[in-house]
C-alpha cells in the first residue's frame, strides 16, 4: 500500500469517528500544553534573572559576608564581619578604582502627610559612580556626609514624585523611621534592577544607616577594580584576610569569613537554580504526557475491537499485515501530533498570557517561546503516539481474518 | 475446462488449549473455472471453514490445495494476501461496508491494495458500480442504503479487482426476498454473461439452487455432489 494511501486511509478513519479522535487528542493537548507551559514560563523566569543579574554588570565584584558556605547553607545565624574599616582598607589599594558598601532595610518613610513603606539604602557616594547612575535634580551625598553620619538622604525618582510631586523634592524634609532628613537630591528613573526597583528607593550614607538601625557591619562590599576580574579577586581576598586575621595559606574558601561573588558566579548560580526547576516542571509535565499516552492506548485498543470487522474485510481483499499494522500507527501518530500541534498553540498562548499577568506584578518579563518545549513538544508526541500505538496496532494486524470476519 | 480450484484429501483440524477439533475429515473435489457451485451443509458441516481454506483466509492441515495449479500450502502470508487481493472477491452474510463511507470509496478500497494507479480507481470503481445497477447512489454513504443495496456495493467491491472466483458466504442471509433475488440475479449473471467463477456457501436449498452443482458437507465430509437438475434463474427487478 501507497504511503499516500496509507495516510488517507488513516484519516478517513479518524474522520468517521471524529468525537472519539478528539477526545483521544484532548489527552495529549493537554500534556504538550503543560510542556510548553513550563518550559516557556520556566525559560522566560530565567531570561528575566539574567537579564536583572546582567544589569549587574560585568566589572564589578560584590563582597558578601560570611564564608562561600554560609550562602549555600541559608541559615539566620549569618556571620557578619565587613565594616567600614574595611571599606577604607580596600579603598586604598592601588587596584580598586571605586568602592561602595550596601545596607537594605524597610522602613516607613512619610512626609507631606504621605506614609510609605519603602526600601532604605544604606550607600557612599562611589555607588552611583559604579552603577553609572545619575542625580536629574539637586546633588547625591558626598564623603563628608558619610563621615560625619549626615542625616540627607536622595530619593529615587518615583518616590520623590510621590511624596513631593515632580520637580519639588530637593530642600525639603522627609522622615525615614523616627528621624528627620534633609533632601539632597533626586536620581534620574532607572527602573528595576537587580530586582529591585530603584526608583522606590531612599538613599542615606551607610553610616547613618548602621546608627539609624543599630547595625554592625555592613551587608555588601561592592567593588569597581581597575584590573582584570580574576587579579581582583585574589587581591581583595588577601587584603581582606590581612585585615581579619585570617591565616590561610591554602586558600581554603570555608575559612574565610566573607567570600566575592561575580555576575559569572551569579549567572552559574541562576542557572544551576533555574535547570532544577525547568527539569521540576518538565518532570510533571512529562507524567501529564504519559497519561495522555496511556489514554491513546485505550481508546487505541477498543478501537481495534471496535473495528475487527473492518480488519478482516481489508484482509480479505488483499492486505497485508503490515497494512494493516501501519495504518493504525498512523492513525494513533495522527492523533498525537495534531494533538501535540494543538498542545504547543495553546500552550504558547497560554504562557503569554501568564507573562503578561506576571509583567503587571512585576516589571522586566519577557515572553520567551520555549523553541526546545516546541521541539520537545513534537518529537514527543510523536513518540507517544509509536510507542503507545504500536501494541494495539500489532494486535490489529496479528487478527486472523477468519475470525475478524466471524465477529460482527 | 481447466480446473480453477483442485483439492486432494483436504484436512483441517483446530488445536484450542490442546483439545483438537478436526473440522473437515479429508475432501477431494475440483471445480472447473466458470462454474457456480454452492456449497450446502448445515452449522457446523464445516462449510464456511472450507470457504475460509479455499479464499486463502485460512491454512488447510494436510492435503493439497491447488489454486490454479498452485499448491498454496507453499506460500507465505504475504503472497496468500497478495493472492487474496488478485484472484478472490468476497461477499459476506453481513456486507462489511467502511461505515460513514461513500460507495464510491468503499468499492475503491481493494484498489488500494493493488498496484493500479491513483488516478484510475475512480473510473474502475464506477465501472464496478454500474454492473451492479448503483450509479446513482455513487456518493451516498454507506449507512444511507437499504439492504440489498449495501450487498450490491459489496459485490461491486468483490469485482473491482477482476477476480477470477467470487466467494459469496450467505450473502441473501441478511436480506428479504426481493433484495435476495436482486444479488442472486446479479451473482448469476457475472457468472453466465462474464464468466466468472461463482463459489456460494448456503444453508437454503433455495438459494443453492440458483448454482449448478450443489456440494453437500456433513460432519466435514462431502456427503453428495451434485449437478442441480432444474436451475432456478434470479428474476428480480430486472437490472439491464
Redesign the interface.
Known sequence: ??S??LVQ?AW?SLV?TRNRSILTMLGIVIGITAVILALSIGESAQGYILSQISSFGADKLIVVNGPKTQSANESPFVQETLTKKDLETLKKQSFVQYVSAEIFQTDLVSANGINKNTNIFGTYPDEIRIMDWHVTDGLFFMDSDVESHGRVAVLGSAIADELFGAGNAVGQSVKIGTANYRIAGVLQPIGVQFFQNIDDMVFIPATTMLDAFHKKYYQYLLVKPNVPMAEATRRIEETLRDAHNIDNPTLDPTKDDFHIMTQEDAVQIVGQITGVLQILLSSIAAISLLVGGIGIMNIMYVSVTERI??I??????????R?ILRQFLIEATVLTIGGGLIGIVLGSLLAWITIKIINSYQLGWIYIVSVRGIIFGVTISTMIGLVFGYLPAKRASKL???DA?RT? | MSDVIQVIDLKKQYENEGVVTPVLHGLSFSIPKGQFVAIMGPSGSGKSTLMHILGFLDTLTSGTYLFEGTDVSTLDEDSLSRMRGENIGFIFQSFNLLPKTSVLDNVKLPLLYSDVPAAQRDSIAKEAIEAVGLTPRTTNLSNQLSGGEKQRVAIARALVRKPAIIFADEPTGNLDSKSGAQVMQILQRLNMKQGHTVILVTHESYTAAHAERIIHLRDGMIQTDQPVAQRTIANGELIK
Request: hydrophobic content about 30%.
Open positions: 500500500m501507497r499516500a494511501d486511509s478517513q468517521r470487522g473492518e478482516g474485510l481489508r484482509k480479505s481483499i488483499g492486505a497485508r499485515n497494512d486472523s481474518p477468519m470476519l460482527e
